[in-house]
């Protein structure tokens, strides 16, 4: 199975917020990470499509020891992680990037 659409916080203001059902969200990226993993392994999910920040991004891959993360990016403005087109394709071809993974201009 391949789930398609994960998020990778990275900014500490997006832990420990609560959800519509008032259902607490995890405390930190560490244990984000932790728990979505652990969710791959209990629903065989073999690869994901992970979106965040390059440095969030940067962190899940590092903590990925079975490879099934493929690096979304995330971007809600045209200046996110100082992207232009050149450190776009750069960033693809170091394979940093693998899949534009969200984009927020629609919003």
């Given at each position: 199975m391949i789930?398609?659409?994960?998020?990778?916080?990275?900014?500490k203001a997006a832990y420990g917020f609560k959800d519509y059902y008032g259902n607490a969200?995890?405390?930190?990226?560490e244990k984000d990470f932790e728990e979505t993993y652990e969710r791959f392994r209990k629903y065989n999910i073999v690869k994901a499509v992970v979106s965040g920040s390059l440095k969030?991004?940067?962190t899940w891959k590092d903590w990925d020891k079975?490879?099934?993360i493929i690096r979304g990016f995330w971007m809600q403005y045209s200046h996110d992680d100082g992207?232009?087109?050149e450190r776009f394709e750069r960033l693809l071809q170091q394979g940093k990037i693998e899949?534009?993974?969200?984009i927020g201009a629609y919003y």
């Open positions: 789930d398609m659409h994960i998020h990778s916080y990275g900014a969200g995890p405390e930190t990226q969030s991004m940067e079975d490879n099934r992207m232009n087109a899949v534009f993974g969200e």
